[in-house]
């Protein structure tokens, strides 16, 4: 079992409202920022798709089997039978730590290809673990599709793919039913009278996207999902407002510019996921750098919980979602919301900062 907290947030939800924030209900704070392994969001998706990987290899072979204590997988002999096989995936961080410390830990030889924007100190973990890291100046599109072209010259490597892997997504699909679940222990109803709001950060969409599916299966019509983008990388935005999905880069409106918040720089949203939240996705907001840092720190001071700033994106949604001068309040008009925001939970879904090393987190409180 992976799973995070669900965090009442009682002074950081105070300092936002004395600092202008229009926002009434119960604000709570998913914590998967210290999901245990990876640290992040990306725990859910990718330890998933390893372990899959992991037991049908293991099945073939007919040294495991399904009514077996699956503990024995942790031992040397399973070990060395993984070390057979490759695993590869493209990422600009946390996905790649998820496959890299978990398939590592397994025997998998990993190979993770990281684009521009991946942080040194996640290189460095990786390669401590013993994942190779190969490096590209292009972005992630370009890194994953390194990737893709080097697991698929290999009969015995498997690449896990964050653009269009349905492993990866109902992994993190698995969060609907264990908030369900947090939430019923925490009093708190989710009805037509008691609507829920569910704020993500959103990279190429994977992640959120799998959430938002897991939500609405839980949900349906009473939980209102949005993503949080870069204002330099609006992929998922982009993709769904101009109705070209993947098939539009953010580079092509002239956007594509560095951003702190690495894990989130992506420049074209997942085919999967961006065709399937064209229905099920309330809306997208884009965050600047400068937001995201202020949040940082102020959720340090106030709740002594640190966050990487990427994982913070949610707030942006949260300050604007009851904003009289935001388009969100056409859209509250149109759902018949406006009178039930004072019972209203919203959650705040942090994403990642489980792992940055102590030198890190310093220098991102000091910026």
């Not at 993770?112 to 924007?117: A, G, I, L």
């Amino acid at each position: 079992m992976i799973e995070s907290r669900l965090l009442e947030i009682p002074e950081m939800s105070a300092w936002l409202k004395e600092n202008g924030a229009c926002v009434s209900g119960r604000i709570l704070l998913k914590d998967d920022a210290h999901l245990p392994i990876a640290g992040s969001v990306k725990a859910r998706g990718g330890i998933h798709e390893v372990l899959k990987i992991a037991e049908q290899l293991a099945f073939k072979a007919k040294i495991l089997h399904p009514t077996d204590k699956y503990d024995k997988i942790d031992s040397e002999e399973f070990r060395q039978f993984y070390s057979q096989y490759t695993i590869q995936a493209g990422s600009t961080g946390n996905l790649g730590l998820s496959i890299g410390i978990m398939g590592a830990s397994l025997g998998f030889h990993v190979i993770v290809h990281m684009s521009r924007e991946a942080k040194e100190w996640k290189k460095a973990l990786l390669r401590e673990k013993g994942v190779t890291v190969l490096e590209y100046d292009g972005d992630y599109s370009h890194a994953v599709a390194e990737g893709r072209a080097s697991s698929a010259k290999d009969p015995h490597s498997f690449f896990i793919d964050d653009e269009n892997s349905e492993d990866l997504f109902f992994g993190y699909a698995t969060a609907g039913m264990r908030l369900k679940m947090q939430l019923y222990k925490a009093g708190v109803n989710v009805d037509s009278d008691h609507p829920l709001f569910v704020y993500l950060p959103c990279g190429v969409g994977g992640a959120p996207g799998g959430i938002t599916y897991g939500l609405k299966q839980m949900f349906g019509d009473n939980v209102h999902c949005f993503f949080v983008e870069p204002v330099q990388h609006p992929c998922m935005l982009l993709g769904l407002s101009s109705g070209k999905y993947e098939e539009i880069s953010v580079e092509d409106i002239g956007l594509g510019a560095p951003t702190v918040a690495d894990g989130l720089a992506v420049g074209r949203p997942s085919a999967l996921v961006s065709k399937m939240m064209r229905p099920l996705l309330s809306g997208c907001f884009t965050v600047k750098d400068e937001h995201l840092f202020i949040w940082m720190k102020v959720m340090y001071e106030k709740e002594h919980l640190f966050l990487e700033p990427p994982a913070c994106a949610g707030f942006q949604g949260l300050t604007q979602i009851e904003n009289p001068d935001s388009i969100c309040r056409q859209y509250l008009e149109n759902h018949h919301l406006t009178e039930k925001m004072q019972s209203a939970t919203h959650i705040i879904w942090a994403t990642g900062g489980g792992l940055i090393p102590s030198t890190e987190q310093t220098r991102l409180l000091t910026l």
